[in-house]
């Protein structure tokens, strides 16, 4: 797909689950269809985000982020996922009885918490 004159790829697999789209370039494009785009929805009060955004959003939609709220030290069970990991059916998988101890210990589980001040809460904040 061609985009300010510029090859790109466009999908919606958008990771805040906000309705929207991902543009995907080369290097050398990246700057020109940024400004393109942010020309072009300037009339619509459009504004550059970035991760601090897409956390709080990811977070309010409950979609995990390898490395923070799962990881290779925190399961699925840990990281709140237990809709995803049928613990309870008879169909056997790898791991499934590691994550029914690790569900049994319940040692850490994910929270979260609301923010009263300004600042979006990123990894190795003090709660």
Do not use: W
Not at 11 to 25: C, L, P, Q
Not at 78 to 106: M, R, S
Request: proline share 4%.
């Amino acid at each position: 797909f061609e985009l300010a004159g510029k090859k790109v790829l466009i999908s919606r697999t958008g990771y805040t689950g906000e309705d929207g789209f991902e543009i995907y370039t080369d290097n050398e494009s990246i700057v020109h269809l940024y400004k393109e785009v942010m020309k072009a929805g300037e009339e619509f009060g459009i504004e550059p985000c970035g991760l601090g955004c897409r956390d709080t959003l990811r977070f309010e939609a409950m979609l995990p982020l390898y490395g923070h709220e799962i990881s290779q030290d925190i399961s699925p069970v840990e990281g709140g996922l237990n809709f995803f990991v049928k613990l309870d059916q008879e169909a056997d998988f790898i791991g499934k009885e590691a994550l029914k101890k690790i569900k049994e210990e319940k040692k850490r589980t994910l929270v979260g918490f609301e923010m009263i001040d300004k600042p979006i809460p990123r990894e190795g904040y003090e709660i």
